[in-house]
Nanobody, 114 residues
Framework: QVQLVESGGGLVQPGGSLRLSCAAS????????MSWYRQGQEKERELVAR???????DYADSVKGRFTISRDNSKNTLYLQMSSLKPEDTAVYYC????????WGRGTQVTVSS
């Protein structure tokens, strides 16, 4: 059974940092392109960052220089290190896996507020 379980979300002040994790199981994690998406209230879901099976990365312009995506294939885990957080980063963050098939996690809430 495929599972993607996000963790690490929470409430943080503007300028703060958080690290999200996504624990994967039920598929060959190392072969999949992994991504983080987010969806703010009354907004469409958007791509935040992506990392391929060969560690190529790309980011949304809005998070470049502030967020870093990484993966640990030995632990079947995807990460998103977020720093210099802004109120507009407030959203539910989702883990997404894609190769021939696609899988979604259930999301973790990140709230940036003073």
């Amino acid at each position: 059974q495929v599972q993607l379980v996000e963790s690490g979300g929470g409430l943080v002040q503007p300028g703060g940092s958080l690290r999200l994790s996504c624990a994967a199981s039920g598929f060959t994690f190392s072969r999949f392109t992994m991504s983080w998406y987010r969806q703010g209230q009354e907004k469409e879901r958007e791509l935040v960052a992506r990392i391929t099976s060969v560690y190529g990365t790309d980011y949304a312009d809005s998070v470049k220089g502030r967020f870093t995506i990484s993966r640990d294939n030995s632990k079947n885990t995807l990460y998103l290190q977020m720093s210099s957080l802004k109120p507009e980063d407030t959203a539910v963050y989702y883990c997404y896996a894609y190769r021939q098939y696609e899988y979604w996690g259930r999301g973790t809430q990140v709230t940036v507020s003073s």
